[in-house]
């Protein structure tokens, strides 16, 4: 058990540029999950996946951002024209059946 | 509308205390709930859980306690240490979609020795 690996670790853009966080989750799990958190907030929901199936996205997730685990293994997610707002901790997490979530250490997201 | 809440920010106890660390949910569909632990610049790591059919789940020196009628859970930490200090998250799940959670905004234990 390798853990959950997620890369950038820090992530520094301008704004409207276009940004790509990977995450490669635990190799037995199934569903993967990306949430966001910003200073003083808890992780909010974004989208998960069941294997390569995007089943849920939140609608905090703008047009602006698009994720994708094309073979039900790494994810990506992808955010375009990145605004101020933006800027915040993105963590993916890995899971299968019921059990808790294992989260990576995150891809810190700072747009100037 | 924040569907899990933990409203202390913060929270500091004497090395050897007990903690207390609380959680108010709304949603009356949540069925399972989670603590996990958060050191800087590390992501989130699961702590202990418990179900909805029952009203305590001990795991070493952590306790999480779920009172239903009153939506309310609590973590008892006991004896603190000092390596316990980190932010704690409450989080809950409903049975509709196993494994994706709500969480609350935390609260930071400081343990001082």
């Known amino acids: 058990d390798t853990g959950v690996s997620q890369d950038p670790r820090h992530k520094i853009t301008k704004r409207g540029q276009n940004v790509t966080f990977r995450c490669d989750p635990i190799?037995?799990?199934?569903?993967l999950y990306w949430y966001r958190q910003t200073l003083g907030q808890g992780p909010e929901f974004l989208t998960y996946?069941?294997?390569?199936?995007?089943?849920?996205k939140s609608r905090l997730l703008s047009d602006r951002f698009s994720a994708e685990r094309p073979k039900g293994s790494f994810s990506t997610l992808e955010i375009q024209r990145t605004e101020q707002g933006d800027s915040a901790m993105y963590l993916c997490?890995?899971?299968?059946?019921?059990?808790?979530?294992?989260f990576g250490n995150g891809t810190r997201l700072t747009v100037t | 509308d924040q569907q899990v809440k933990q409203n202390s920010p913060s929270l500091s106890v004497q090395e050897g205390r007990i903690s207390i660390l609380n959680c108010d949910y709304t949603n009356s569909m949540f069925d399972y709930f989670l603590w996990y632990k958060k050191y800087p610049a590390e992501g989130p790591t699961f702590l202990i859980s418990?179900?909805?059919?029952?009203d305590k789940n001990e795991d070493g020196r952590f306790t999480v306690f779920l009172n239903k009628s009153a939506k309310h859970l609590s973590l008892h930490i006991v004896p603190s240490q000092p390596g316990d200090s980190a932010v704690y998250f409450c989080a809950a799940r409903d049975n509709t979609n196993a494994g994706k959670s709500t969480f609350g905004d935390g609260t930071t234990l400081t343990v001082k020795p």
């Open positions: 996946f069941q294997n390569e199936a995007q089943l849920e």
């Open positions: 190799s037995e799990h199934n569903r």
């Open positions: 418990i179900s909805s059919i029952k």
């Open positions: 997490a890995s899971g299968s059946g019921s059990s808790p979530l294992h």
